[in-house]
């Protein structure tokens, strides 16, 4: 049964950090590539960060480019978000996903996202 569990989210003020993570199993995690969503209720989902399966490539909306890490630690299942330099524009609900198996150099994350958590609320307050 596959799972992805996110955990780290909470409240926090205007410039304060958050670490996100999300915990995989039931598919071969290291083999996957892994991202990072977030969705305002009344809005469409977007994405925000996507790490390729090796964690050798990253990719991040412009709107968190500088302040925003994703890492991976294939050992342990599990992809983080390092999310630095908070805004209140960055509440939401976040959500980790998985897709675009066997270690392929490219990946839409935009599409080709296979299974979903079931997301982790940050609340940044101004």
């Known amino acids: 049964q596959v799972q992805l569990v996110e955990s780290g989210g909470g409240l926090v003020q205007a410039g304060g950090s958050l670490r996100l993570s999300c915990a995989a199993s039931g598919f071969t995690f290291r083999s996957y590539a892994m991202g990072w969503f977030r969705q305002v209720p009344g809005k469409e989902r977007e994405f925000v960060a996507g790490?390729?399966?090796?964690?050798?490539?990253?990719n991040y909306a412009d709107s968190v480019k500088g302040r925003f890490t994703i890492s991976r630690d294939n050992a342990k299942n599990t992809v983080y978000l390092q999310m630095n330099s908070l805004k209140p524009e960055d509440t939401a609900v976040y959500y980790c996903?998985?897709?675009?198996?066997?270690?392929?150099?490219?990946?839409?994350?935009?599409?080709?996202?296979?299974?979903w958590g079931k997301g982790t609320l940050v609340t940044v307050s101004s």
């Open positions: 996903a998985a897709g675009c198996p066997g270690y392929r150099s490219n990946c839409n994350y935009g599409s080709d996202m296979r299974y």
């Open positions: 790490i390729s399966w090796s964690g050798g490539r990253t």
